[in-house]
T-cell receptor, first 110, second 113 residues
Framework: GENVEQHPSTLSVQEGDSAVIKCTYS??????FPWYKQELGKRPQLIID?????GEKKDQRIAVTLNKTAKHFSLHITETQPEDSAVYFC?????????FGSGTKLNVKP | NAGVTQTPKFQVLKTGQSMTLQCAQD?????MSWYRQDPGMGLRLIHY???????DQGEVPNGYNVSRSTTEDFPLRLLSAAPSQTSVYFC????????????FGQGTRLTVV
């Protein structure tokens, strides 16, 4: 089955800096790659996604890149703010199933 | 439009007890699924359903049963609770097409003592 690996597990940045989280997947049949943000005690919520026929997508301070050949995708957050502090999960969708990475705890220091 | 609703939010069980976690969605989504979230392990798929009357196992199905009698509801049953089932459980629904997002319920924090 699919295997999604996510790095780093924790990331601490200064407010205003950029943050990058990377994920790899194993199954070339996976074709949809969402990123979720989960605040403490809350449900995961979608922040951005990318489909397999697209290489990059941007939404204000958030961008995602996908390299299908290398089977990796990354989340980029620019001009980080304290409210960006949360756990971020990458995922891949393979037919009827989502497979999640183990999460990255992002801490943005004021 | 409530989205995905889970009940209860918190539950404490004794080892060996059984219970059902409820999940309902009002978005007419075909796909529904259950995940458990443990520290450092992300979300792991327990069971999923692609429509009423159709269910299948995910990555960690042992100790859990599901059924899908209606499009709206997808309950998760713990048959005989064990301490290893202490976790946060999330239900999610998806429209059905391959490249659409999963919407999550608010989660159930389960402790088995």
């Amino acid at each position: 089955g699919e295997n999604v690996e996510q790095h780093p597990s924790t990331l601490s940045v200064q407010e205003g800096d950029s943050a990058v989280i990377k994920c790899t997947y194993s199954d070339s049949a996976s074709n949809y790659f969402p990123w979720y943000k989960q605040e403490l005690g809350k449900r995961p919520q979608l922040i951005i996604d990318i489909r397999s026929n697209v290489g990059e997508k941007k939404d204000q301070r958030i961008a995602v890149t996908l390299n299908k050949t290398a089977k990796h995708f990354s989340l980029h957050i620019t001009e980080t703010q304290p409210e960006d502090s949360a756990v971020y999960f990458c995922a891949s969708r393979n037919f009827n199933k989502f497979y999640f990475g183990s999460g990255t705890k992002l801490n943005v220091k004021p | 439009n409530a989205g995905v609703t889970q009940t209860p939010k918190f539950q404490v069980l004794k080892t060996g007890q059984s219970m059902t976690l409820q999940c309902a969605q009002d978005m007419n989504h075909e796909y529904m699924s259950w995940y458990r979230q443990d520290p450092g392990m992300g979300l792991r798929l327990i069971h999923y359903s692609v429509g009423a009357g159709i269910t299948d196992q995910g990555e960690v199905p042992n100790g859990y049963n599901v059924s899908r009698s209606t499009t709206e509801d997808f309950p998760l049953r713990l048959l005989s609770a064990a301490p290893s089932q202490t976790s946060v459980y999330f239900c999610a629904s998806t429209l059905g097409a391959q490249n659409t997002e999963a919407f999550f319920g608010q989660g159930t924090r389960l402790t088995v003592v």
